[in-house]
């Protein structure tokens, strides 16, 4: 009933910029936080970047600085704007979303999604 479908991922050039933006759809009552992940093949998914719905970040140490997280909360939706790309961040990255989802007309439960993913290929 709820989905994430990421978009915006493409090959780019070392120190070259990219726009990711992940809209989440279906019987949404309320996104609390949104977060951006990435997976390399062999590897466990990374935390990137968290917004709470107040506006509030997090990032993890290695993309302070580069990218930057941010919603929109009336198309429900989260977006990462990432700069000074570097091979290193090649990889498929996810959106994440906590939120709580109706489940009749005065009830909701809350659940956490995952997009299908967006490769990002850094290299020259």
């Known amino acids: 009933q709820v989905q994430l479908v990421e978009s915006g991922g493409d090959l780019v050039q070392p120190g070259g910029s990219l726009r990711l933006s992940c809209s989440a759809s279906g019987s949404i009552a309320s996104i609390l936080d949104m977060a951006w992940y990435r997976q390399v093949p062999g590897n466990q998914r990374a935390f990137l970047a968290a917004i709470t719905r107040g506006g509030s970040t997090n990032y993890t140490a290695f993309v302070k600085g580069r990218f930057t997280i941010s919603r929109d909360n009336a198309k429900n939706s989260v977006y990462l704007q990432m700069n000074s790309l570097k091979p290193e961040d090649t990889a498929v990255y996810y959106c994440?979303?906590?939120?709580?989802?109706?489940?009749?007309?005065?009830?909701?439960?809350?659940?956490?999604?995952w997009g299908q993913g967006t490769q990002v290929t850094v290299s020259s």
């Open positions: 994440y979303a906590d939120l709580f989802y109706w489940t009749g007309s005065w009830s909701s439960s809350r659940g956490q999604y």
